[in-house]
């Protein structure tokens, strides 16, 4: 497999989205250049509708809630916080399959991340704005950024 042909089969998260527990966007960040940012928004909000249903259909334990859909060439994961704050991942679709345990691992991460920004006093989760903090941004674009590297195998 040539150099170009493994990078496009790479596993890539596209989007990493937050939605408040009123369903409200707090952080939706694009990391594609190929898919339009809107598109990312009416992702999240069909997801915000499948969470809602994957909930009120069975009791879950575990905060991760696996592969919500596949749309096109792009799959969405959901994660739903103990404050009903929803997680929603989207990755890039490659030839590699991706492990339920890689995506509890990333959205732990994230998770982490948003619960130190949250443990600042003078911001408010309960608040309908979006997520402005850099410190938050700079988290998340580096578990963006680290995640799946070592998904190619050169040959």
Same mark, same amino acid.
């Given at each position: 497999?040539? %150099? *170009?042909?493994?990078?496009?089969? %790479? *596993?890539?998260?596209?989007c990493v989205a937050?939605?408040?527990k009123m369903n409200n966007p707090?952080?939706?960040?694009?990391y594609s250049n190929e898919v339009d940012e809107l598109k990312f928004h009416y992702l999240a909000n069909i997801s915000c509708d499948l969470i809602e249903a994957k909930i009120n259909q069975t009791k879950y334990n575990d905060s991760y809630l696996g592969l919500l859909y596949i749309m096109e060439d792009l799959a969405v994961y959901g994660y739903l916080t103990n404050t009903k704050m929803k997680i929603i991942i989207i990755l890039t679709i490659s030839i590699n399959p991706v492990k339920d345990m890689e995506m509890k691992q990333i959205f732990k991460k994230v998770h982490g991340v948003y619960s130190n920004l949250i443990s600042n006093p003078f911001y408010?989760?309960?608040s309908r704005n979006t997520i402005t903090?850099?410190?938050?941004i700079k988290g998340v674009d580096k578990i963006v950024n680290t995640s799946f590297q070592n998904d190619v195998s050169y040959s």
């Open positions: 497999m040539s %150099l *170009t042909a493994a990078l496009n089969t %790479l *596993t890539k998260i596209s937050i939605i408040g707090m952080f939706i960040k694009n408010d989760p309960d903090s850099t410190s938050f």
